[in-house]
């Protein structure tokens, strides 16, 4: 068994992006992108590689497919340091999931087909190796409807075996936004929404009372706001960290990576203000390169902008 910090339950799988496609796209025809990019993608493995790039040892749980996507996803994490030892494949013929971006000058189509990511369930988690980290992180908790009913039995276990916990539900594709997620959110430590996802979680118009809501349900809310950088808020204290200036590349994975910040931090015993600022940081280093997680494998400019920001700070 690995010596785990975090264990993160989630999904695995790659981006495929096409960089500045004309503006109208029409069926039919040959249209020609000006650049292409395979990268690691899905909330959970970029959370999963750029929280071990930080140097908390990360281990993932997840399923995929049997194929060569899914195999380049994994060999990606393994490169960045994730124990993938718990990484299922799935014995049905179901491929690893995938989002293809198709980036035009102001604007970008997301289309994912989920593939495994929508088979993974309760039962393909090993819990002795789960629990046997300090944490436990889950992404995206409206892509796997197969796991969805059993997250709060999975943090309930979690939290009788000692860890803390974590949770970025990120974006309802089907807009619905249920109640289940409530019934979970009293077993998560640190609930990471952005913006969007708070107001439409708490069922409010205003951020301050949606805020408000949801921490009384979990201890500490920590809030993204895009270019504007991020709130956090625990019990009655409140915190805003205001968006650094960067010249954004690429926005794809800023939350996880504000995620993998924040969470970093908080295994280091920081409170939650400066696991806030930090997270602020690692957010918008991501957003410098392309991809989720490109960032953060070049750990020469990962440190400098740290090291640039943070001391900037003081
Ligand atoms: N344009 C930007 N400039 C500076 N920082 C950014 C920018 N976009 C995102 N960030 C940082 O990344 C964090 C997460 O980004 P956001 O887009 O709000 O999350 P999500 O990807 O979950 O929607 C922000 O809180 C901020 O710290
Ligand atoms: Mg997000």
């Known amino acids: ?31 020609i992108a000006e650049g292409f990019r395979l990268t690691l993608g899905s909330s959970s493995a970029i959370f999963a590689h750029n929280l071990c790039a930080l140097g908390t040892r990360t281990g ?38 995938v989002t293809i971006i198709l980036a035009q000058t102001a604007q970008r189509y997301i289309l994912t087909y989920p593939g495994t990511m929508a088979e993974f369930r309760y039962e393909d988690i090993d819990r002795e190796y789960a629990f046997s980290a300090r944490h436990l992180h889950l992404s995206s908790f409206y892509l796997q409807p197969a796991l969805r009913p059993q997250v709060g039995r999975l943090f309930r276990e979690a939290k009788e075996s000692g860890l803390t916990t974590s949770l970025d539900t990120n974006d309802d594709p089907e807009g619905r936004w249920a109640n289940d997620l409530l019934e979970v959110l009293p077993l998560v430590d ?18 301050a009372d949606a805020v408000q809501r949801l921490a009384g349900l979990s201890p500490i809310v920590a809030v993204k706001l895009g270019a504007r950088g991020a709130i956090a808020r625990e019990g009655e204290n409140k915190w805003h960290c205001p968006g650094i200036d960067v010249g954004v590349v690429d926005p794809v994975g800023a939350g996880d990576s504000f995620d993998a910040g924040f969470i970093h931090k908080f295994l280091a015993g920081a ?30 400019a990962m440190k400098e902008f740290f090291h640039g920001q943070l001391d900037a700070d003081r």
Request: glycine share 10%; net charge negative.
């Open 1 to 31: 068994m690995p010596a785990l910090d975090v264990c993160v339950v989630g999904e695995i799988n790659c981006d495929l992006i096409l960089y500045g496609l004309p503006k109208a796209l029409e069926p039919e025809r040959e249209t």
């Open 60 to 97: 993932m749980i997840s399923k995929i497919g049997n194929d060569p996507l899914g195999q380049v996803a994994v060999t990606r994490l393994r490169e960045g340091g994730v124990d993938v030892s718990a990484v299922r494949k799935s014995a049905k013929d179901t491929s690893t999931g």
């Open 190 to 207: 640190i609930f990471l929404p952005n913006e969007r996802e708070a107001l439409a979680i708490a069922q409010c118009s205003e951020l």
């Open 271 to 300: 409170g939650a203000e400066e696991c806030l600022r930090f997270a602020n940081v690692a957010g918008a280093f991501s957003t410098t390169r392309h991809g989720g997680t490109e960032a953060f494998r070049d750990p020469v």
